[in-house]
């Protein structure tokens, strides 16, 4: 097993004569093997791993300066959001969210001051699927950057740089670490320049991941794939029992054929996975509540794709940064409730959500 190096600083022989190692904001023996790992599973050269998903996206943004503008989907993760319009734009850097379900959306927001593409593929909470291949056309042909949060997918289900992005971005918090115990993030890239470039941005800023830390994501990710086989099988069953339920209004799952980019899914996902969003007949907060209070096997709770499934209402939760306008105009109502589906036994999840919807 690989040793945790619980040490913040290494004995050296002789001054500037060390042995690899001189202090673990640098590098770290733990560190370095789940670096090494990352960029292996996402087909990657380069991994750099960071204290949070966050902290990766905010070390990411680092590569800009001020009038450099971002174009980003805009259905994502509430505190990618939080941290562009809040932080970011503040310091200059210029955000313009458009949907990406048709790829000629981006095009109209691409002039001579665009420096990055920013994909989450699924999106969360509404699970939009992005063709990634044609996003990382477009991005070559303007010179960008193209950066996809794979957090979603996770890299069992899809490698966005083999489809041509030039940075993955991972919040490792969830299916990679896969056990509810860590918080971490993690980027991955191809390109010499552009590592060398995180790697000094990881070192100078300093938001990296703890050696114990990097230790329990190594163990997670031995059993990623058996994890991530059970995700897709217990999200299937549960994805069609919803979809076939009288108080259920609709079902966001790309691995439904009536999914607006599910053929998309298809070709750039080796399946479709635990993660889904559905509405109520009736769209009203009241009736969400109403089942959020009442599974017991979904446990309601921020973060996704653990072992344990978790419920959640993005409005109130993960998504209460975005306001309302903006959130209702990308499809996120008041009853939208997100599930992460677990890998428990799947008439349990069925029998919980059977009886949590009865009580609407
Ligand atoms: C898609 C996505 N990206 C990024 C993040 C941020 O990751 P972290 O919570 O590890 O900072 C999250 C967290 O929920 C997420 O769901």
Redesign the pocket.
Known sequence: MTPIYQTSTYVQSAPGEHKGYEYSRTQNPTRDALQDNLAALENGKYGLCFS??????DALMKLLKPGDEVISTSD??G??YRLYMKIYSEYGIKFHFTGMDDIDKIKPFVNENTKMIWI?TPT?PMLNIIDIKKAGELSKANDLILAV?N??ASPYLQNPLDLGADIV?H????YIGGHSDV???ALVCNDDDLHEKLAFIQNSSGAVCGPMDSFLVLRGIKTLHLRMRQHCINGKAIAKFLNNHPKVDKVFWPGLEDHPNHTVAKAQMKDFGGMMSFTLKEDSMDDAFTLLSNTHLFALA???GGVESLIGHPASM?HAAIPKEEREAVGLKDSLIRLSVGVEDIEDLLDDLSSALDKI
Not at 52 to 57: K, N, P, R, V
Not at 171 to 174: A, D, E, G, R
């Open positions: 949070s998903g966050l902290g990766a996206i994502l993760y505190g990618t989450e969360n949060d957090t979603f971005m919040s490792i918090t969830k918080v971490m993030g921020e973060s996704l993960t």
